[in-house]
């Protein structure tokens, strides 16, 4: 069984550009988390929907974050423009509605 | 503001003893609570958790102690091997707060041979 999936691996790209960020929960799955990974504070989640319906996005930074989860098998969450403090891994993670969460292996952004 | 704390970025352990990774947590509405393992380019797993009713749970060579009073729990790995060499994260459930998890900002375990 797929686990999630998360595109691209790996993202660079110059200040100011748009950004987007892909995930495919786990089949099954109703809960979708959007998190960022920085040294200084861990893991930080930034939305999470049930359902696709968001239901807490007061982790999201700023106006330039937004997510989407059109349906239950794909989410994004876009930065615009972007800025060089967004460099992070950005992980996303489903589960059943328990509270264990499943982590997509992540996306490595870097901005310059 | 961090709710859920592991004030030891880091810790290195020899192979074969016991390695104890700590976090504390502030707000006394949590009632579950979890540990994740992340390897490098990897996303995190999970290996134990608790719920507040309980002051222990054991899986294996992995043990996590919950001190309410002390709004303190750890998480004991005996004996350690060099295959637990991981980023460990504690992360935090508040009561009514629905599946949303509250994660530490991790500890780097180095178990050495």
């Known amino acids: 069984d797929a686990g999630v999936i998360q595109s691209p691996r790996h993202e660079v790209t110059e200040m100011g550009q748009e950004v987007t960020l892909r995930c495919k929960p786990i089949?099954?799955?109703?809960?979708l988390f959007w998190y960022r990974q920085t040294m200084m504070r861990g893991l930080e989640l930034l939305i999470y929907?049930?359902?696709?319906?968001?239901?807490?996005d007061s982790g999201m930074p700023e106006d330039r974050f937004s997510a989407k989860m059109p349906n239950a098998s794909f989410s994004t969450l876009k930065i615009q423009p972007s800025e060089p403090r967004d460099s992070a891994v950005y992980f996303c993670?489903?589960?059943?509605?328990?509270?264990?969460?499943?982590f997509g292996p992540g996306t490595r952004l870097t901005v310059t | 503001d961090q709710q859920v704390k592991q004030n030891s970025p880091s810790l290195s352990v020899q192979e074969g003893r016991i390695s104890i990774l700590n976090c504390d947590y502030t707000?006394?509405?949590?009632?579950?609570f979890l540990w994740y393992k992340k390897y490098p380019a990897e996303g995190p797993t999970f290996l134990i958790s608790?719920?507040?009713?309980?002051d222990k749970n054991e899986d294996g060579r992995f043990t996590v102690f919950l001190n309410k009073s002390a709004k303190h729990l750890s998480l004991h790995i005996v004996p350690s091997q060099p295959g637990d060499s991981a980023v460990y994260f504690c992360?935090?459930?508040?009561?009514?707060?629905?599946?949303?998890?509250?994660f530490g900002t991790g500890t780097q375990l180095k178990v050495e041979l």
């Open positions: 608790i719920s507040s009713i309980k």
């Open positions: 992360a935090a459930k508040l009561t009514g707060g629905g599946n949303k998890l509250t």
């Open positions: 089949s099954g799955h109703n809960s």
């Open positions: 929907f049930n359902n696709n319906v968001p239901i807490d």
């Open positions: 993670a489903s589960s059943t509605g328990g509270y264990q969460q499943y």
């Open positions: 707000n006394s509405m949590f009632d579950y």
